[in-house]
Each structure stands twice: as structure tokens, then as C-alpha cells.
């Protein structure tokens, strides 16, 4: 049975563009691509460290989503509230048109949500799915409870990872940062996860009240082929904070799963 929360079809949309940044292969042979979603509020910044890793072995892509980072002036904004469905129906159109074949999909926190989603809505266009840190533990769906743990996260953040986020949420503004809580936590991530066929990595910082140990490990199980990671000492911004323990976790699935395979 289909949960009601995981949309079977996007809703009718504009013809919304993610901004696109891209960092091409520093590795002397073919490699995968990978594919950066960024969290709710943040954009393509998050990911600067991780990119460089990950260059080492293929080509990186990223993207800044309607109405965060590069996007979030008032004329580029969404005029209505995007669900997870529809962005990850605009990933998926952008994907087509970079015709880059199936991608290694990375997403953060709420971009956790997108990766489930374009895995769910294009399976061919993704090779392996990564969730890092992420939303919306099933035991905590409020709005409240999301509010405290991540205020309890971003007080313990590292000094740089707090300015990146703080730059980023004060582009993005309180308004639309609020409008697409609503469309995070009404985003069923479990049922999601139950439904993708590709292998899933799950990797959380030790110390992330976010994703805790307990709602990574339940997503893994969801999966056909799931695993999970953990990057100790680090929080929800692991991405950020620890780019290259993150990166290395990527990069050991995706090798293991290929073999697996």
C-alpha cells in the first residue's frame, strides 16, 4: 500500500531552473558523477569541501534549488510552496538536460528528501543514493520538535559551519525558510526509502540530534540494499565540517556496491 504522503505524480508546475555548478574530474580515468542536493535553507556553498573531494574520482554537480541560495531573490522565487515531489521533479528535468546518465545522488538533511524522491520518480537516472543527516525522524514529524534539535545542533556547530549557515539562511529569509518546513515534515522519507530500489547509504555525525542513530539505522533497514555510516564527533553539517571523512564514506559504498553488484 502507497502511503498518502509519497505523492505518486508532481504537481503541475512552472518551468523552475536550478542553478547549476558544476567541478569537473580531476581523476586521469572515467568515474561516476555525482550529484549534491543541499538541505533546507542552505544551497550549493554547503558542499564546496565535499566537491573537491569527490572531484578526485568524477565529476560534481550542484545545484542551487528554486528559492535558496542563488535563487532566493524575490523574482526567482516559487510564488507557491514546493512540495519534495516537485523538486525533484525539477532535479530530474535538469538531469535530462545535462545528460549526464545515472548519478551517484547525495543529498542533506531536507535535500535527503529530494535524493529518496528523484530515486523514486527516475530510477534510471541515479545509480546509488546517499542520505546525509537525514529528515524527518518519524518519532519527531513537528515542526516544534524539528525547531529544538536543530537549534540544539547549530549552538554546537564549528564556528565556520555556523557563518555558512548563517549566510545562507538570511538569504534564503524566515518566510520561505518556514513555507518549506511545512513541505519537509509533510514528506513521508521512510515510505520513500521503502519504495527506491537502489543501493542507500545512510551517513550521520556521531553527535547529530537530527538524525539520530536509531532513525538511520530504521531507513537502512528500509532499503534493499542499505547501509549506514557513521562520522563521529562531527553534527548535522557533517557535509560541511568534515568534507573529507564524508567523502570517503561515499566513496567506500559506492565501490562496495559496485562490486556488489
Not at 153 to 164: H, K, N, R, V, Y
Not at 213 to 239: F, K, M, Q
Request: glycine letters at 8%; aromatic letters at 6%.
Amino acid at each position: 500500500m502507497t502511503d498518502p504522503r509519497v505523492s505518486q505524480r508532481p504537481r503541475p508546475m512552472g518551468d523552475y531552473v536550478p542553478r547549476t555548478f558544476s567541478v569537473p574530474s580531476s581523476a586521469g580515468r572515467p568515474g561516476p558523477t555525482f550529484l549534491l542536493l543541499h538541505g533546507i535553507g542552505l544551497s550549493h556553498r554547503e558542499f564546496t569541501g565535499l566537491a573537491r573531494h569527490l572531484s578526485r574520482r568524477g565529476r560534481v554537480i550542484a545545484f542551487d534549488l528554486p528559492g535558496f541560495g542563488e535563487l532566493a531573490r524575490a523574482r526567482t522565487r516559487p510564488r507557491h510552496r514546493m512540495s519534495v515531489e516537485e523538486y525533484a521533479a525539477i532535479v530530474r528535468r535538469a538531469l535530462e538536460r545535462l545528460d549526464v546518465g545515472p548519478v551517484v545522488v547525495v543529498g542533506h538533511s531536507m535535500g535527503a528528501q529530494f535524493a529518496v524522491e528523484l530515486a523514486r520518480q527516475s530510477p534510471e537516472s541515479v545509480s546509488h543514493v546517499v542520505l546525509v543527516g537525514p529528515v524527518v525522524d518519524a518519532r519527531k514529524p513537528t515542526l516544534t520538535a524539528q525547531s529544538v534539535v536543530l537549534l540544539r545542533d547549530s549552538l554546537l556547530e564549528p564556528p565556520a559551519t555556523q557563518l555558512m549557515v548563517a549566510i545562507n539562511y538570511v538569504r534564503c529569509g524566515i518566510p520561505w525558510f518556514l513555507t518549506e518546513a511545512v513541505a519537509m515534515r509533510d514528506y513521508a522519507t521512510d515510505r520513500g526509502v521503502a519504495l527506491v530500489s537502489h543501493p542507500v547509504l545512510v551517513i550521520r555525525g556521531g553527535n547529530d540530534p537530527i538524525a539520530d542513530a536509531r532513525w538511520c539505522r530504521s531507513l537502512s533497514e528500509l532499503a534493499p540494499d542499505g547501509r549506514v555510516a557513521t562520522i563521529p564527533g562531527y553534527r548535522h553539517n557533517v557535509v560541511h565540517s568534515n568534507p573529507s571523512a564524508t567523502a570517503k564514506a561515499i566513496l567506500a559504498f559506492v565501490d562496495d556496491a559496485s562490486r556488489s553488484a
